[in-house]
């Protein structure tokens, strides 16, 4: 199946050059000026992946980022910025971006890093696939694996497909320490080829959700130099900090 692929950016030029670029490359690229109408466009085209200016007259792309996440739309963004400043990165990849790319960059760049969201999230759908088990309780929360959902109080919790998997990974590996590399390894599979620091922002997302205070998490601790470690019962880990 042809990926297909949504760019919004004001930048005439730039859209054309990777519109150009990329039809090359075998995929389907549609565009659009602005992101004002972002939410209607994709009402009537639903792409595999969007890439998104920052900064953009009117509503600029972190608006629009959030708009799409508050609305439970979890298609995958890949933002473009030309700021210098880590603010921007960080900000975006808290509202749920799923990367970054600083302009100029290389078009082929920006396939790579498609390239990668889209194995990333695939992966992420597989190994969130419906199973056969009783939930799971911890704390005040109870995971369903075969509908997929978050209970906190009896009451559902938004998870996206790649915080679900993530969970799951966690649950079904209590009390035992998960180094990064085995995180990334059993999200994304063995060829995974990205930064180990990438899964601190996914642990922190997911803590958000779970924790009532993320800066003191409960259920998923940091072991200091080693990684992460899953406590169901939420007390203090003996070698967390």
Do not use: C
Not at 72 to 96: K, N, S
Not at 161 to 177: W, Y
Not at 192 to 217: K, M, S
């Amino acid at each position: 199946m042809t990926t297909q692929i949504l760019v919004v950016d004001d930048d005439a030029e730039l859209r054309d050059l990777l519109r150009e670029y990329l039809v090359r490359q075998g995929i389907e690229v549609s565009v659009l000026h602005d992101a004002a109408t972002l939410e209607r466009r994709l009402e009537r085209e639903r792409p595999d992946l969007i890439v998104l200016d920052l900064m953009m007259p009117g509503v600029d792309g972190l608006t629009a980022l959030r708009r799409l996440r508050a609305s439970g739309d979890d298609i995958p963004v890949i933002m473009l910025t030309a700021r210098a400043d880590d603010i921007d990165r960080i900000v975006g990849l808290e509202l749920g971006a799923d990367d970054y790319l600083g302009k100029p960059f290389n078009p082929r760049e920006l396939l790579a890093r498609v390239q990668a969201v889209l194995r990333r999230r695939q992966t992420s759908v597989t190994a969130a696939a419906p199973e056969q088990r009783e939930p799971f309780v911890f704390g005040r929360f109870s995971l369903d694996f075969q509908a997929r959902m978050l209970d906190h109080d009896g009451k559902p919790v938004v998870l996206s497909g790649s915080e679900f998997a993530l969970l799951k990974i966690f649950v079904n590996h209590p009390m035992r320490t998960l180094t990064r590399e085995r995180l990334l390894e059993l999200l994304h599979g063995p060829e995974y080829d990205g930064t180990d620091r990438g899964i601190d922002v996914q642990v922190w997302r997911l803590r958000r959700i779970l924790e009532t205070d993320p800066a003191l998490p409960r259920f998923i601790q940091t072991v200091r130099g080693r990684g992460y470690v899953f406590v169901p019962n939420g007390e203090q880990h003996a070698t967390s900090g």
